[in-house]
């Protein structure tokens, strides 16, 4: 086998997922996959069904956004996929890492080896400077960062002036954007946001999602991101849409126009979640 063939081999590819059924149209490396993944919550008559048999992939190198109405199942997705929680049914991989079944040590470790975080509130510590709070997660794993690329996050989130500045002294898309950069700083295989602008008001938040749009073009991160805001949403390259648990939908090339049309659709009232 030529080194070009055990290349291809060694590509980890899986089925694009329809919009309607999440079967195959098209191939693309994958960074993560859901396959018939169900999530029930209760039992009986109080059984509820927050996701129903859904397969998705989740594109490398490439920005997803997970949208839909309220009660829709993204957020349960989104933690499901990064491994915050567990399945009723199905199987879930994380490059060619199957995570479902993994004992909590293994699960644990491969969450802090592979995946980055970026939730609603900044979770800095104040006691901390700026390059402080983005080496944290390495330093208590014990490893070193590698300074050529933790140089190249600091400069692509433009923090470079502000590394000694604790949270206190920094505004609110400044902490954030000391979030993303801890996210990136330890090149992780794929990164989840949970509505990582919510607390940010429009400018600032704005700022936060021109640097995550930049981490997938200039440092090649994968991004997937849940949001009820289809001017968040539109930064992405592609956006999955839920209701009632299941993949309904999907667009590429987003506006916030498209975005807030097709919300609509979903929704009579117009509520998004």
Request: hydrophobic share 40%; aromatic share 4%; glycine share 10%.
């Amino acid at each position: 086998m030529t080194s070009q063939e055990q290349t291809e081999e060694n590509t980890v590819t899986t089925a694009v997922a329809n919009p309607e059924t999440g079967g195959s149209g098209g191939h693309a490396a994958v960074a993560a996959r859901t396959e018939n993944v169900t999530k029930a919550y209760g039992e009986g008559e109080t059984r509820v069904l927050a996701l129903d048999q859904v397969s998705l992939d989740i594109h490398r190198g490439a920005f997803t956004a997970i949208m839909g109405p309220s009660g829709s199942g993204k957020s349960t997705l989104m933690h499901c996929l990064a491994g915050l929680d567990s399945v009723t049914s199905g199987r879930i991989w994380i490059g060619d890492t199957e995570i479902t079944g993994l004992k909590d040590k293994k699960l644990t470790r491969l969450r802090r080896d592979n995946i980055g975080f970026i939730f609603q509130a900044f979770n800095l510590l104040p006691t901390l400077n700026a390059i402080e709070n983005i080496t944290l997660p390495m330093d208590i794993a014990g490893r070193k960062p590698d300074q050529e690329w933790l140089d190249q996050v600091v400069t692509t989130v433009g923090l470079a002036d502000r590394l000694k500045h604790r949270p206190a002294e920094l505004s609110g898309g400044q902490q954030q954007r000391v979030a993303v950069a801890r996210a990136l700083a330890s090149r992780p295989e794929i990164i989840f946001g949970d509505e990582p602008t919510g607390n940010l008001d429009s400018r600032a938040g704005a700022e936060v999602l021109r640097f995550l749009r930049r981490s997938v073009d200039d440092l090649d991160q994968t991004i997937v991101m849940v949001t009820h805001d289809p001017v968040a949403a539109a930064y992405a390259d592609r956006i999955v849409f839920l209701a009632d648990g299941r993949i309904v939908d999907e667009m590429t090339e987003p506006t916030a126009d498209r975005v807030l049309d097709r919300m609509r659709h979903f929704d009579g009232q117009g509520r998004v979640s």
